[in-house]
Structure formats: structure tokens, C-alpha cells
């Protein structure tokens, strides 16, 4: 274990709450891994004092942090710069890297369906088409969002096709039906169970039964790191991709951009868990 001295390069995560980060148990693992004197740590900035935090990186040295719930879109206003892909998408994610090494699942030319049209669903539905995915659905309860985000999403990425659709068990059986890529992005699969009555559930209900063999099937969500959308891709013979492996590949992508080394993936995947949960068919 590297002790902290005046020698050490601070990075970290800042959010509210963000007690529950993994982030910090990742990339620790990984410095140590690699003899660094680097620390990783989890700061609670409430909203209020999102822009003295940010600002504050630069005071005092840090090398970079990662931004999450819930000022993701709002740290873009406040940064000096900001890439046009952070820009249209206001989130950042390792989706493409975990689709594509842990999914085997490319996204370019693929049919996709991106279930909601929050904060997540946004950045997926940028990244896909971005890919060159030949079609991306976005399903939403309200459809109205839905219609805007696919408007976005058509203007950056003529090349796609972007459909909008409501969170209907009938619209969603006809997006999954031909789907390549399903990446689910609500906070639905977080509860114990998908089953019951009610609106939400009899849509989840028929995502988990339409789900097949020959796509990838990645849900944000890894608190539970083995959600039951997981377990009936599994069981269909589909790809589960698990919101770990997302986890883990933007933090590769943020330890290369602040170290300029390769990150250690192995030592990354087992600190999160991510190796021990039943994702091979």
C-alpha cells in the first residue's frame, strides 16, 4: 500500500451521494498493482459547490477527477474545455469498450435498442450511432423525451437511423425483435424482482422474454452487479455485458488519460468483482 506524501498525485470522483463508488477500490487496486504513487478518493460536492470543486482541482494539483450523478450534465458548463462528444452527450461512458471486449458485440452497423432517455440512454444513444450503428431505437415512457433525444441523436449522426418509441410492452417487442445490441439504461432492473403488475414491470417482463441468442445485452445498472435482465440474456443465449464491465472500462480510459500508461484491466476487473459473476454463456 503506497502511503500518501507530499509526493503523491491525487485523482478521484466527485458526486452526491458517492459513498457507494467502486471507483476508488478499482483504481487504488490498480496503482498498487503498478508501484504508483497515486491515491484515488471519493469526494460528497452537493450541487451548491459544484463549481469551487471543479475549479479547486486545478489549486491543487490534482491530476483529473471523474464527474457522476448528479452532475454529470452540469459539470459541462464549468469545465474550460469539452470534446464534441462530451458535449452532445453531457455523459461519458465505457459502453463501446464493454459492448465490444466483453459483448463481442461492435457497434458499428448493428440494430440497437437503447431502453430510456435519462442521463445514461443519452450517452448510449450518442456513442452508438457515433459507432455507426445502422439503427437505434429509443424507448422512453415519455415519448416526448424520447422523439428529442432521437432528434439529437439524427442530427450528429445523419448516417443512423434514430427511431423514438414509447416504454410499451408492444413497442418494445417490435424494437427487440431484429436487435443486435440492447443496452438497458433505467433504474428498473435495480429492485429485487422484474415481476408483478403495473406499467414498468410488463414492459421489463417482455425485454426479458424477447431477449435472443446472437446479441448483447448490457444494463448500466451494477448495483446489483447481477440483475435479472442479465440472467435472461444469459438464459436465452444472448451476451450479458454487466454495468461492471462499463465501470471498468471508462475507468481504464480516465487511468490512461491522467497516467499516460496502460491500465491494468485483470487487476481492475477483480478488485470490482467483475470476474466472478456468471456472464459466459
Not at 467502486?22 to 478518493?41: E, G, T, V
Request: charged share 20%; aromatic share 4%.
Amino acid at each position: 500500500m503506497v502511503e500518501i506524501d507530499a509526493q503523491t498525485t491525487l485523482v478521484g470522483i466527485i458526486g452526491d451521494p458517492v459513498a457507494h463508488s467502486l471507483s476508488p477500490r478499482m483504481h487504488n487496486a490498480a496503482f498498487n498493482a503498478l508501484q504508483m504513487n497515486w491515491r484515488y478518493a471519493a469526494f460528497r460536492v452537493p450541487a451548491a459547490g459544484l463549481s469551487q470543486a471543479l475549479r479547486g482541482i486545478v489549486g491543487l494539483g490534482m491530476a483529473g477527477v471523474n464527474v457522476t450523478i448528479p452532475h454529470k450534465e452540469s459539470a459541462a458548463g464549468v469545465l474550460d474545455e469539452l470534446d464534441d462528444l462530451a458535449r452532445q452527450i453531457g455523459a461519458v461512458k465505457g459502453m463501446l469498450d464493454a459492448l465490444t471486449s466483453d459483448g463481442g458485440m461492435p457497434a458499428a452497423g448493428r440494430r440497437c435498442v437503447v431502453v430510456g432517455a435519462g442521463g445514461g440512454g443519452r450517452a448510449a444513444a450518442f456513442a452508438l450511432a457515433a459507432a455507426g450503428a445502422s439503427r437505434v431505437t429509443v424507448l422512453n415512457r415519455t415519448e416526448r423525451k424520447a422523439q428529442s433525444l432521437a432528434d439529437a441523436v439524427r442530427r450528429a449522426a445523419p448516417g443512423c437511423r434514430v427511431e423514438p418509441a414509447p416504454l410499451l410492452a408492444e413497442a418494445v417487442e417490435r424494437a427487440v425483435a431484429d436487435a443486435e445490441i440492447v443496452v438497458h439504461a433505467t433504474a428498473a432492473t435495480m429492485s429485487a424482482a422484474m415481476g408483478g403488475g403495473g406499467g414498468r414491470a410488463d414492459w421489463l417482463q417482455v425485454l426479458a422474454r424477447r431477449l435472443h441468442r446472437g446479441m448483447a445485452v448490457l444494463d448500466m445498472v451494477y448495483t446489483p452487479a447481477w440483475t435479472e435482465l442479465l440472467g435472461a440474456a444469459k438464459a436465452a443465449g444472448a451476451t450479458a455485458v454487466s454495468g461492471l464491465s462499463m465501470l471498468v472500462f471508462q475507468g481504464a480510459r480516465s487511468f490512461q488519460l491522467w497516467t499516460g500508461r496502460q491500465a491494468p484491466l485483470d487487476v481492475m476487473r477483480r478488485a470490482v468483482g467483475l470476474n466472478e459473476l456468471p456472464l459466459k454463456r
